[in-house]
């Protein structure tokens, strides 16, 4: 009973939670973006290796996620957002200190 009410929470066609997720990639397209231009960096470069960066890790994960995903379910989710946290942490401190 409790794994229909949390799909129903994460429904990933959910207008409010594409808008979310829309905007914080936004916010970081732009860091990203001002910092490169701050650095006086030719974009096409970057923009290459990022891209196929991306899309490598994400293939991967889809991959891996098809076939491990139901195992560790909420496990995987919270090792993400512990990962993702100190992520943030470690810029944090990097930029203050």
């Known amino acids: 009973f409790a794994l229909e009410n949390d ?12 808008l979310t997720l ?14 490169l231009s701050f650095l006086k960096v030719d974009i096409l470069q970057p923009a290459i290796i990022i891209g196929l960066t991306t899309l490598a890790i994400s293939f991967v994960g889809v991959c891996i996620g098809q ?3 139901h195992l560790f ?20 401190c990097e930029h203050l200190l």
């Open 7 to 18: 799909r129903k929470l994460m429904n990933p066609q959910d207008l409010l939670l594409l």
């Open 67 to 69: 076939r491990l995903g």
């Open 22 to 35: 829309a905007f914080a990639t936004s916010i970081d397209a732009l860091a990203v973006g001002l910092s």
């Open 73 to 92: 379910e909420k496990k995987i989710e919270i090792a993400g957002g512990l990962i993702l946290i100190i992520i943030g942490i470690k810029i944090l």
